[in-house]
């Protein structure tokens, strides 16, 4: 456990030192949320309707741009095979590392929702459950995207190969997370949507770890 926080430490704190990728990150997730206005039309209604949708498709494809380097940099510097044969569980190393992307990219994200949600019309009735929803269901887009990562490594269309993989992972977590929202708007209780949310999550906190590590043990061998 120690040596699993002292990872998480590490990343966030170099995250952190050069913010560069998480200013980017930001960038992308509020420019690509604003072209959207001009493809589908400026309606207040229109924007309304897709918001949420539109807000959770940016923030996948944000998060997308942090996990394809989650693995390589140790991959191109050595540093993964001191993981792999680390004392530690390379599981729960692996689950740090995980944490720390959450924390230095979701977390940005999901403070920024709200201006892109403003921006793009959502309903004030919407505001609270998006941000549950973000909190619930971000935790298993790094998970899953972390098995992408791990299967990823050393690929060289890494990228393109790690899209391929997590998208179809995370789609139910996409019409969980809008269904949620969706019901707010309407006036029904979004609770059933935000169970399975976070039901999905837990299940992909079980399953990631392990594969992760088993992808990355056949990366290193």
Known sequence: MNAALALIARDVRLAWRHPHEIVTILAFFVVAASLFPFGIGPEPQILARVAVGIVWVVAL??????LERLFQAEAD???LDLLVGASAPLELLALAKIVAQWLT???PLI???PVVATMLNLPPEGFGVLML????GTPGLSLFGGIGAALSVGARRGGAL???IVLPLVVPILIFAVAAVDAAIAGLSPRPHLFLLAGLSVF???LAPFAMAAALRQATE
Not at 61 to 66: K, V
């Open 111 to 113: 403070a920024a929702a």
């Open 61 to 66: 494809l944000a998060a997308l741009m942090s």
């Open 162 to 164: 790690l899209a391929l």
């Open 77 to 79: 510097d050595g540093s």
């Open 133 to 136: 929803t973000l909190i619930l």
């Open 204 to 206: 992909a906190l079980t």
């Open 105 to 107: 990219t979701a977390v």
